[in-house]
């Protein structure tokens, strides 16, 4: 992997701080000692995750006529993951270190394990990446389940309910947000690869005439689409796969992938699947997974072009893309530059003082937000501290109340990337902050 260096080396480190400290991400089960590569989403991420899903539902379901929504069960008979593939193929190659016994995916150790040095390992043995358990009270192999791996196996699973409930003709999409699991033998890198992450997924069903050119058009769809949102495109490049690295299903793979601190690697997959799954599990279930164009009265298998993307990955590019240090008054200052669609907190209240007389009609100014953004209201410490402590978690907008708005009933909208203060009437303030995000 060709990889200009970061230009700040500890850059991942200071995520991970800033996210554990400020309340985006926390390490799982911590008061237990943490459990293996899990996260929890704190009260500043879940805000923020729930925007990057939002924002590419937004793109990929409500602003077209031609993709519609879906939410599948995470537990699922092994049949689908036997017609899918991934009961036989889902595999990573596991290896021993002869020495010290820790367990390795061959592929990411480069022939030396990374705990004691030693280059012994044993042979290779395909491991099953599917986490398995029971459905229901009876044990046995008749109540065998599995968390899905991929949101993706829902939907070829629900092509003739949504065919036959929406009366879609291709080219059109399903798509679906929602957790995956997966039992990664090495987590790494912070939320990057973890065994329980979300998933944003959409496959779009289209003549298999017209495949090559919807491929083409998701791959490009879906890389505006991280520019769209404020990810530099230096930070971002394409990476189609060459034939002999493709999954068993694809007939083209091409990779958004993302400048991390480690090197480019994958922030999302763009895939031509063919009419493999929809065959697959035709042939399985014995329902015909097929459409029927009666303009030509002709009957065909669309083929599936898959954008595939990670929304806790992306969460994680685009807290790495937004973070910066600069100076302001002398100081330097860490901020989150993030586009204000992604911010935990779209804008911040901040009376000027505790004083009482400032209580209501800071009160009232949360009511006028509140509806229209995500608000947070602060009264702590100085108004320069709490100006610094917005930036830091990427409030794109700060309104303070203070004595003249008493009297004047005008407020100081500060904005967090230029810090300029302009002074803005109450009655004028979710229209102002509606022209400063591009909505009027
Ligand atoms: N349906 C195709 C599919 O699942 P994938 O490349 O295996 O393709 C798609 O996964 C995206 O899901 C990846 O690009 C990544 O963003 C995210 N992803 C996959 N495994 C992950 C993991 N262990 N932790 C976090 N995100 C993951």
């Not at 090559?212 to 189609?240: A, C, M, N, Q, S």
């Not at 279930?285 to 002709?298: A, H, I, K």
């Not at 009933?409 to 009655?427: F, G, H, N, S």
């Amino acid at each position: 992997m060709d990889s200009p260096p970061p230009t700040d080396p500890d850059l991942l480190e200071k995520v991970i701080n800033l996210a554990k400290r400020r309340g985006f991400i926390f390490p799982s089960a911590e008061i237990y000692g943490g459990f293996r590569s899990t996260y929890d989403y704190g009260p500043l991420g879940v805000n923020m995750l729930r925007n990057v899903k939002q924002a590419w539902w937004f793109a990929m379901v409500q602003m077209r006529d031609d993709i519609v929504g879906l939410d599948a069960a995470i537990l699922g008979p092994p049949a689908i993951w036997a017609a899918s593939g991934h009961l036989e193929t889902f595999t990573d190659p596991l290896v021993d270190c002869k020495r010290c016994k820790e367990r390795w995916r061959e592929d990411k150790i480069d022939g030396v394990c990374p705990n004691c040095g030693s280059t012994e390992f044993t042979e290779p043995r395909a491991f099953n990446l599917m986490f398995k358990t029971q459905a229901g009270p009876v044990e046995g192999e008749g109540a065998t389940a599995y968390l899905r791996p991929e949101t993706a196996q829902g939907i070829f699973t629900n092509f003739a309910n949504v065919l036959a409930s929406t009366r879609k003709k291709p080219p059109f999409g399903i798509a679906q947000i929602g957790k995956s699991f997966r039992n990664e033998i090495t987590p790494q890198n912070f939320v990057f690869r973890t065994r329980e992450f979300e998933q944003m997924e959409m496959e779009y069903f289209v003549p298999p005439a017209d495949a090559e050119t919807w491929y083409r058009y998701w791959i490009k769809f879906r890389y505006d689409w991280y520019v769209g949102l404020g990810i530099p495109p230096e930070l971002l490049r394409l990476h189609e796969h060459a034939p002999e690295d493709l999954s068993h299903y694809s007939k083209g793979t091409t990779d958004v992938e993302f400048l991390f601190p480690w090197g480019w690697d994958e922030l999302e997959g763009v895939a031509n699947r063919g009419d493999y799954d929809l065959t697959q599990h035709a042939n399985a279930s014995g329902v015909r997974l097929e459409y029927f164009d009666q303009g030509t009265s002709e009957r065909y298998v669309p083929y599936t072009i898959e954008p595939a993307a990670g929304a806790t990955r992306a969460m994680m590019a685009f807290l790495l893309a937004a973070y910066h240090e600069d100076e302001v008054e002398g100081e330097t200052r860490t901020v989150l530059r993030l586009d204000w669609r992604l911010a935990a907190n779209q804008v911040a209240i901040l009376p000027l003082s505790k004083k009482p007389e400032l209580e209501s009609a800071s009160r009232e100014v949360l009511s006028v937000l509140a509806p229209h953004f995500t608000c947070d209201y602060d009264v702590t410490q100085s108004i320069g501290r709490r100006y610094r402590r917005q930036d830091e978690v990427g409030t794109p907008f700060c309104v303070t109340v203070d004595f003249e708005t008493l009297e004047d009933r005008a407020v100081t909208v500060r904005d967090r990337d230029t810090t300029e203060q302009t002074r803005v009437k109450i009655d004028d303030l979710v229209a102002d902050i509606r022209r400063r995000t591009g909505q009027s």
